[in-house]
């Protein structure tokens, strides 16, 4: 186990000096923004901007502001309120994550990390974020921001391998404050610092409140521009087709057939195909005649 640096104490109070100056004003960082919510807004930032995130995450808390109210409707309905935010297996978890909620914590978010990492879709950064920004727990919440922060003030790395190593973990969990607000505080703070100023390719490290006490930044920031840049194809996946798939289905009221539409006209049929089938074994989406091709959203 990593021992924690020295400056790591200043370090942490000079983040979260920058990150009360500077902090977006976001509404599930609001005083009183029940664990619902904190869930819901975590589960639709994985991967996705706030940007994208905020119209979607303001109408679900509206039509939905507790877990009895999305467990209350069909899994459909989820789904097409999630629109385009992408990976809509995420809307299906929200909805099985409500229904559990309901049916095991009589409608209340547990504030108890095995019982959060029981709920559908949510996993050990997820239960980490709601335990320290719903419930004030001091938990290590590890997200990519987080780790690059970690990687370059400390570590003096330019990026953060792909998978999380268990040194980084220690490392986080020596850096966080003993104290449990102050743990939450940090966490956020340097997830926004990571967010706003130490960006994966174009980091601001003159506007950094740490620069003097960053590794990576005192040895003239080295090996970003030799890092492979993380990108992921898009145009032509199967993954955009089950985007272009889901759109139909979400507009449409009744069931469809999917198979020799002019506007899938571009898809190969074995694709296509391919990718129905990957909607339906995900639950995503029900195929209600198969002799005619008919399928709806499940």
Known sequence: MPNAPHSSQRVVEQIVRWYRDNARDLPWR???CSPWAVLVSEVMLQQTPVARVMPVWTE??????????LAGVSQADAVRAWGRLGYPRRARNLWQCARAVVEHHRG????????????????DYTASAVLAFAFGRRAVVLDTNVRRVLARVFGGEALPPVSLRRAERDLADLVAPDDADAAAEWAVASMELGALVCTARSPRCPECPVAASCRWFGSGSPGLADAPVRTQQWHGTDRQ??????????????P??????????????GQLDRCVDSLVADGLVALTDAQRGLVELA
């Open 241 to 254: 087709v089950r985007g272009r798939v889901m759109a139909i289905l979400r507009a449409a009221t009744a």
């Open 60 to 69: 679900w808390m509206r039509r939905w502001p507790t877990p009895a109210d």
């Open 108 to 123: 209340d978010v547990p504030a108890d990390r095995d019982a959060l990492l029981a709920l559908p879709g949510v996993g």
């Open 256 to 269: 469809v057939v999917v198979s020799g539409r002019t506007d899938l006209a571009d898809i190969e049929p």
């Open 30 to 32: 609001a005083p009183g």
